[in-house]
């Protein structure tokens, strides 16, 4: 069974910066993938950032120069460093693995982020 752990959301001023980190762990396959995923109220869920092979890395154009993703094959963890925070950045987020045999994807129970003055 599998257990996904996610941290480090909250209520943050516009231009603050939060990180976010997410552990998989229990019995699973090697990670192909890692990403945050985020879903406003009445918006679809969206690809913020992810890390696929362990070195190919993606940014959504609305948070570049302003989010970073790293991942710990190591310790199934991923972390998402978000500065210069914007209200826009309010959301849900959801930390996402997918496995490199069978193609397996598992989510964090998501984490509430709120940007507001």
């Known amino acids: 069974q599998v257990q996904i752990v996610e941290s480090g959301g909250g209520l943050v001023q516009p231009g603050g910066s939060l990180k976010l980190s997410c552990t998989a762990s229990g019995s699973m396959f090697s990670i192909y993938a890692m990403g945050w995923y985020r879903q406003a109220p009445g918006k679809q869920r969206e690809l913020v950032a992810s890390i696929t092979g362990g070195s190919t890395i993606y940014y959504a154009d609305s948070v570049k120069g302003r989010f970073t993703i790293a991942g710990d094959n190591a310790k199934n963890t991923v972390y998402l460093l978000m500065n210069t925070l914007k209200p826009e950045d309010t959301a849900v987020y959801y930390c996402?693995?997918?496995?490199?045999?069978?193609?397996?994807?598992?989510w964090g129970q998501g984490t509430q982020v709120t940007v507001s003055s």
């Open positions: 996402n693995y997918q496995t490199a045999i069978a193609g397996l994807i598992y």
